[in-house]
Nanobody, 125 residues
Framework: QVQLVESGGGLVQAGGSLSLSCAASGRTFSGYDMAWFRQAPGKEREFLGI????????YYSDSVKGRFTISRDNAKNTVYLQMNSLKPEDTAVYYCAAGWPKSVNYYSLKRYDYWGQGTQVTVSS
């Protein structure tokens, strides 16, 4: 089992920045690809980006590319989401997820084996 705990959410004005953290515990962090998703009220959970265990490559959705950056510190078992130029439409609950590499599109929720409980991000206009 891998336990994931997100932190860093809160209220920010449009145009501002916020940094989220996701701390992993339990089984080793090693080998897992780590992703961030978000879910706004009444909407499906949306893929934001992923950072691969192998090589540290990152991929982002078009909605956040150029504004959000994912990084990871394997020594601290932590993955980060730096969010810049925030917009009111970025308001959502943000989740991190861990997935052992498998042949499933990284946009798919099915790729991920463990989820955090989420942290609320609210962007005011």
């Amino acid at each position: 089992q891998v336990q994931l705990v997100e932190s860093g959410g809160g209220l920010v004005q449009a145009g501002g920045s916020l940094s989220l953290s996701c701390a992993a515990s339990g089984r080793t962090f090693s080998g897992y690809d780590m992703a961030w998703f978000r879910q706004a009220p009444g909407k499906e959970r949306e893929f934001l980006g992923i950072i691969m265990w192998s090589g540290g490559r990152t991929y982002y959705s078009d909605s956040v590319k150029g504004r959000f950056t994912i990084s990871r510190d394997n020594a601290k078992n932590t993955v980060y989401l730096q969010m810049n130029s925030l917009k009111p439409e970025d308001t959502a609950v943000y989740y991190c997820a861990a997935g052992w590499p498998k042949s499933v599109n990284y946009y798919s929720l099915k790729r991920y084996d463990y989820w955090g409980q989420g942290t609320q991000v609210t962007v005011s206009s």
